[in-house]
């Protein structure tokens, strides 16, 4: 079947390290998104990519980086530079153009030890 | 961003109908889209609606949208306990592929 698959499902930063998020998909689609949700709030974009070797900052990217070598792949690294990285991470992608809805991942739980 | 709202709760008893409302403020939105979030998940798709489309219905599911006053409703009949989850109204905005989500709306369904 497929899908959008997110590793870990939980994982724990100390102070000053760097965190890599994974988000396959085996959709083919073309876009990829990293949103942030927080408790009570709804999701707000960190980046997205629309092709490979492409990527555009969303309303939060301040403190995480990505890359996209490849079209199933798109990771998500928490730099130490972000101060509150606690939060759940949802990875989603779409098909490129008319607005084809996005598809979720299982999402990521980032805790800080 | 574009400013799409929700309320926050909603509590129903079972066998009620359930209406979550929505107001977004693109008015080139193409299309507008029910998420359902189940405690500790990603985001399922439940349906979407054009935005030249006034209602869609899909089982106990009805969309209904009024582009005048910007407004979208989801209408889930016969509320089950497995309808409990938190539910994201969200706009996509034409020919950027972007998407603009509310903050969710919590549906509490009472046996």
């Known amino acids: 079947d497929g899908g959008i698959t997110q590793s870990p499902k939980y994982l724990f930063r100390k102070e000053g390290q760097n965190v890599t998020l994974s988000c396959e998909q085996n959709l083919n689609h073309d876009a990829m998104y990293w949103y942030r949700q927080d408790p009570g709030q709804g999701l707000r974009l960190i980046y997205y990519?629309?092709?490979?070797?492409?990527?555009q900052k969303g309303d939060i990217a301040e403190g995480y980086s990505v890359s996209r070598e490849k079209k199933e792949s798109f990771p998500l690294t928490v730099t130490s530079a972000q101060k509150n990285p606690t939060a759940f991470y949802l990875c989603a992608s779409n098909t490129r153009g008319g607005n084809q809805p996005q598809h979720f991942g299982d999402g990521t739980r980032l805790s800080i030890l | 961003g574009e400013d799409v709202e929700q309320s926050l709760f909603l509590s129903v008893r079972e066998g009620d109908s359930s209406v979550i409302n929505c107001t977004y403020t693109d008015s080139s939105s193409t299309y507008l889209y029910w998420y359902k979030q189940e405690p500790g998940a990603g985001l399922q798709l439940l349906t979407y609606i054009f935005s030249n489309m006034d209602m869609k219905q899909d089982q106990r599911l009805t969309v209904l949208l009024n582009k005048k006053d910007k407004h979208l409703s989801l209408r889930i009949a016969d509320t089950q306990t497995g309808d409990s989850a938190i539910y994201f109204c969200a706009e996509g905005i034409y020919n950027f592929n972007k998407f603009y989500f509310g903050s969710g709306t919590k549906l509490n369904v009472k046996p």
């Open positions: 990519s629309q092709i490979v070797n492409d990527f």
